[in-house]
Nanobody
Framework: QVQLVESGGGSIQAGGSLNLSCVAS????????MAWFRQAPGKSREGVGV???????WYADSVKGRVTISKDIAKNTLHLQLNSLKPEDTGMYYC??????????????????WGQGTQVTVSS
């Protein structure tokens, strides 16, 4: 099992930035892919970006240019930075991990391990 704990959410004004962290435990950090997803009220969960076991990243088109995902391997932590926030960035942000899935094209249902989520509210 991989345990994931997100932190860093809160209320942010539009135009600002958010910085989220996800601490992973339970397995060697270098053996699985990790991702950030988000879910706006009344909408389906959508992918934000993926980081593979060596730190290569891929981002969803909806956030490309505003997002950076990075890994702190020493601290088993995945970071998400999202800039130029808009009210439509509001939602629950989740960290996910999987040993075999490493792409947003598989959708959230393919990822086996999830954190509890952290709420982000962007006000205009």
């Amino acid at each position: 099992q991989v345990q994931l704990v997100e932190s860093g959410g809160g209320s942010i004004q539009a135009g600002g930035s958010l910085n989220l962290s996800c601490v992973a435990s339970g397995w060697s950090y270098s053996t699985y892919c990790m991702a950030w997803f988000r879910q706006a009220p009344g909408k389906s969960r959508e992918g934000v970006g993926v980081s593979d076991s060596v730190g290569s990243t891929w981002y969803a088109d909806s956030v490309k240019g505003r997002v950076t995902i990075s890994k702190d391997i020493a601290k088993n932590t995945l970071h998400l930075q999202l800039n130029s926030l808009k009210p439509e960035d509001t939602g629950m942000y989740y960290c996910a991990a999987d040993f075999t899935v490493c792409s947003l094209t598989h959708g959230p249902g393919a990822w086996n391990f999830w954190g509890q989520g952290t709420q982000v509210t962007v006000s205009s």
